[in-house]
């Protein structure tokens, strides 16, 4: 896995970084907690240049999460809780996903907006809320770019600081990355069997 992603990241570049990172919100087959510090490591090599993925990845992940927020700002409360009860099984979102998420907006505001780009479980959904109580467009992509670029700057400075140790890293973490991607299938495969046997909630 680790030998895939820098393989990709290094034949597409900041394209590359931009996709993975735009899939990662939309449907995460990979999450960002490999994708940024291994386009960190190609930034250590001389490869891409720190700035720019920064800024790649940043867009990408914000065109993602504004889909969820454009989505669920244009369609309304209603008809999101059904969309999801019925088929956010295929993206492993769930009406939970949704309510914690929706809570966490309750209780933070627009700071929600954020803190939530940097908790995993709560980055990609936080942006439903946010279009469901009508959040301004602005605040919503000052406050998610804020936090998409805290985050995206902490994983991508461990990739850049950790270059030195290139091929020890590179030792530990091939084997641990596929780990975390088989994990992440066997989870995807479970919600999805489990969403088919269960009847979805009154939204």
Same mark, same amino acid.
């Given at each position: 896995?680790?030998?895939?992603?820098?393989?990709?990241?290094?034949?597409?570049?900041?394209?590359?970084?931009?996709?993975?990172?735009?899939?990662?919100?939309?449907? *995460? *087959?990979?999450?960002?907690?490999?994708?940024? #510090? =291994?386009?960190?490591?190609?930034?250590?090599?001389?490869?891409?240049?720190?700035?720019?993925?920064?800024?790649?990845?940043?867009?990408?992940?914000?065109?993602?999460?504004?889909?969820?927020?454009?989505? %669920?700002?244009?369609?309304?409360?209603? /008809?999101?809780?059904?969309?999801? %009860?019925? +088929?956010?099984?295929?993206?492993?979102?769930? $009406?939970?996903?949704?309510?914690?998420?929706?809570?966490?907006?309750?209780? +933070?505001? /627009?700071?929600?907006?954020?803190?939530? /780009?940097?908790? #995993?479980?709560?980055?990609?959904?936080?942006?439903? #809320?946010?279009?469901?109580?009508?959040?301004?467009?602005? *605040?919503?992509?000052?406050?998610?770019?804020?936090?998409?670029?805290?985050?995206?700057? $902490?994983?991508?400075?461990?990739?850049?600081? =950790?270059?030195?140790?290139?091929?020890?890293?590179?030792?530990?973490?091939?084997?641990?990355?596929?780990?975390?991607?088989?994990?992440?299938?066997?989870?995807?495969?479970?919600?999805?069997?489990?969403?088919?046997?269960?009847? #979805?909630?009154?939204?």
């Amino acid at each position: 896995m680790f030998d895939w992603i820098t393989g990709l990241l290094d034949q597409f570049g900041y394209f590359g970084v931009g996709f993975l990172m735009f899939a990662e919100n939309v449907f *995460p *087959p990979i999450p960002s907690e490999l994708i940024m #510090p =291994l386009a960190g490591f190609l930034t250590y090599e001389g490869n891409l240049n720190f700035f720019a993925v920064l800024v790649a990845g940043s867009i990408g992940s914000l065109l993602g999460t504004g889909l969820w927020y454009l989505g %669920a700002r244009k369609i309304g409360r209603r /008809r999101v809780r059904e969309f999801i %009860a019925r +088929h956010g099984r295929w993206l492993t979102i769930t $009406l939970e996903d949704l309510d914690r998420a929706s809570d966490w907006f309750e209780r +933070h505001g /627009r700071g929600a907006v954020l803190i939530g /780009r940097m908790v #995993p479980g709560i980055r990609t959904v936080i942006s439903v #809320p946010a279009g469901l109580t009508g959040m301004a467009v602005t *605040p919503f992509l000052v406050y998610s770019l804020i936090g998409t670029l805290i985050w995206n700057l $902490l994983l991508t400075g461990l990739g850049y600081a =950790l270059g030195s140790q290139y091929d020890l890293v590179q030792t530990y973490l091939n084997p641990v990355s596929n780990i975390i991607f088989a994990a992440i299938a066997l989870l995807y495969v479970y919600r999805l069997v489990r969403g088919k046997g269960k009847t #979805p909630r009154e939204p």
